[in-house]
């Protein structure tokens, strides 16, 4: 018997079963599909590395970089292509952030005058930020929507053409739902600790170090030459054979004398504790029988559906230079359906061959749920009908491929510390049951790993305990 189960073989079950094997702790993973690592898909195909979901690593967050230096993929790493920069698409015409920038906030004079996507009057606004008073801000339950933070201080149309098309589209969501707390406490942080968020008014808008990870807000990104889908490759070769078991869809978790049982079709495994390292609504189905509290907090995550699609042409045949690393769609400012492309030739090394150019768009969340259950034939044309408008392309792609993402982007809406909070302490009352991942308290990779990793370290102290 497992002294451990792990429900999920996502990055965050996987990184936690490598910890607790490093821990000498007997672990199973059960996972529902035929493959391991959730949102990180690589596929190789007619010399084109394709990432079906994530495609980087934030350096800001260094827990995955230093995660993959352990596991010997340091020298895989690979930093984002100069030249950078990114830009914002309003009507059918591309504009580029300002640099030096954070998250599409100017931090010079010289950058907030040139910012031609936002009116003159927008600009005027922006510049008055460092003059709004701060929000008095208190504990976990005071929470704010992105688009009223942004609102707030810089303005009407910084929520429809910057907040919205950058931070709305990183989690495909409503900014009108978004948690400040959850998603970008920094920027709270800024507010409270300086009373201001731009530097205009200061001798040094930025030290270095915030040049290099903000400027045109994406140098500080790192991959792996091979691909994301090495990572997980990695993980599952650390772990020994028959730690993952495929196609083991858990179906119920029950209590037993020694700890829990977890049906997984014809098949029950048992152990002393067990890490749901699921979607927040899995987790709220497995233990609905066990607490329903404990469920009804879980389903209050939200989720969105969305989906990938790389295209690829001859590079002459397309006009623009592609210079940069792609583009994010102001979308009450477009007429474009699609929500952000990656130039992905651009971006990074190796990944197309010579002479093609490599792009993937990006469809469906919050505000376009029904796209994907459109046809792959009817999604590709959305998104050649779209790039072909901005960025000159002449002919059919060469190369189409579309990846869905059904309910599987988490959406951190106002008061989610709040409720996670209450599910911790909800959770104390199970000793042995453990919940992880992105529709917790984790964005991104470098949190699913931070998570990943605490889960674990609680998981391994509770068994110590249990035994003792």
């Known amino acids: 018997m497992p002294s451990l189960l792990i429900i999920g073989a996502g990055i965050t079950?996987?990184?936690?079963?490598?910890?607790?094997?490093?821990?000498?702790?007997?672990?199973?993973?059960l996972e529902a599909t035929d493959r391991a690592g959730g949102l990180i898909f690589t596929e190789?195909?007619?010399?084109?590395?394709?990432?079906?979901?994530?495609?980087?690593l934030l350096a800001q967050k260094p827990a995955a970089r230093e995660l993959c230096?352990?596991?010997?993929?340091?020298?895989?790493?690979?930093?984002?292509?100069?030249?950078?920069?990114?830009?914002?698409?309003?009507?059918m015409k591309l504009y580029p952030l300002p640099r030096p920038s954070r998250l599409g906030m100017p931090l010079t004079f010289s950058g907030l005058a040139r910012y031609n996507l936002l009116p003159v009057l927008a600009r005027a606004r922006m510049a008055l930020e460092p003059f709004v008073p701060a929000r008095n801000s208190g504990g976990l339950e005071d929470d704010e929507s992105v688009a009223s933070f942004f609102r707030r201080r810089l303005g009407e149309a910084a929520v429809d053409l910057i907040a919205q098309p950058l931070l709305g589209g990183i989690h495909a969501g409503d900014i009108e739902q978004l948690s400040m707390r959850a998603l970008?406490?920094?920027?709270?942080?800024?507010?409270?600790?300086?009373?201001?968020?731009?530097?205009?008014?200061?001798?040094?808008?930025?030290?270095?170090?915030?040049?290099?990870?903000?400027?045109?807000?994406?140098?500080?990104?790192?991959?792996?030459?091979?691909?994301?889908?090495?990572?997980?490759?990695?993980?599952?070769?650390?772990?020994?054979a028959q730690t993952i078991r495929y196609h083991r869809?858990?179906?119920?978790?029950?209590?037993?004398v020694t700890g829990w049982r977890v049906t997984a079709g014809p098949e029950s495994f048992d152990a002393q504790a067990i890490v749901i390292a699921a979607p927040a609504f899995v987790a709220?189905?497995?233990?609905?029988?066990?607490?329903?509290?404990?469920?009804?907090?879980?389903?209050?995550?939200?989720?969105?559906?969305?989906?990938?699609?790389?295209?690829?042409?001859?590079?002459?045949?397309?006009?623009?230079?592609?210079?940069?690393?792609?583009?994010?769609?102001?979308?009450?400012?477009?007429?474009?359906?699609?929500?952000?492309?990656?130039?992905?030739?651009?971006?990074?090394?190796?990944?197309?061959?010579?002479?093609?150019?490599?792009?993937?768009a990006f469809v469906g969340g919050a505000h376009d749920p029904q796209v994907v259950d459109l046809s792959d034939d009817e999604i590709s044309e959305i998104a050649r009908r779209d790039l072909?408008?901005?960025?000159?392309?002449?002919?059919?792609?060469?190369?189409?491929?579309?990846?869905?993402?059904?309910?599987?982007?988490?959406?951190?809406?106002?008061?989610?510390?709040?409720?996670?909070?209450?599910?911790?302490?909800?959770?104390?009352?199970h000793p042995g049951l453990f919940v992880a991942g992105s529709g917790f308290r984790s964005?991104?990779?470098?949190?699913?790993?931070?998570?990943?990793?605490?889960?674990?370290?609680?998981?391994?102290?509770?068994?110590?305990?249990?035994?003792d």
Request: with cysteine.
């Open 69 to 91: 230096e352990e596991i010997g993929l340091a020298p895989e790493l690979q930093q984002v292509r100069p030249p950078g920069g990114a830009f914002v698409l309003r009507g």
């Open 284 to 360: 709220s189905a497995l233990l609905a029988p066990i607490d329903a509290e404990v469920a009804r907090l879980c389903s209050s995550v939200p989720y969105v559906s969305t989906a990938s699609v790389a295209l690829a042409w001859p590079r002459q045949a397309i006009a623009h230079p592609l210079a940069g690393t792609g583009f994010v769609v102001a979308r009450r400012h477009s007429a474009a359906r699609i929500t952000a492309c990656t130039w992905v030739t651009s971006k990074w090394e190796q990944r197309a061959p010579e002479g093609t150019a490599l792009l993937r």
């Open 443 to 467: 964005i991104g990779i470098p949190d699913c790993v931070v998570d990943a990793r605490a889960t674990a370290a609680a998981a391994a102290a509770f068994m110590v305990r249990s035994r």
């Open 184 to 240: 970008f406490p920094r920027l709270l942080e800024a507010e409270r600790r300086d009373g201001q968020l731009l530097p205009l008014w200061r001798a040094r808008p930025a030290d270095g170090s915030e040049r290099a990870q903000e400027a045109g807000g994406v140098a500080g990104f790192h991959s792996l030459r091979g691909g994301m889908g090495a990572l997980v490759s990695a993980l599952e070769s650390t772990l020994p």
């Open 388 to 429: 072909s408008a901005v960025l000159g392309i002449a002919g059919d792609p060469i190369l189409a491929r579309v990846y869905r993402w059904r309910n599987a982007g988490a959406q951190h809406t106002i008061g989610h510390h709040a409720r996670m909070a209450a599910l911790d302490r909800r959770l104390a009352e």
């Open 13 to 29: 079950g996987l990184v936690a079963a490598v910890d607790l094997h490093r821990r000498g702790v007997s672990t199973i993973v």
């Open 44 to 56: 190789r195909t007619g010399g084109f590395t394709i990432e079906a979901g994530a495609d980087s």
């Open 249 to 256: 869809r858990a179906e119920r978790i029950a209590r037993t």
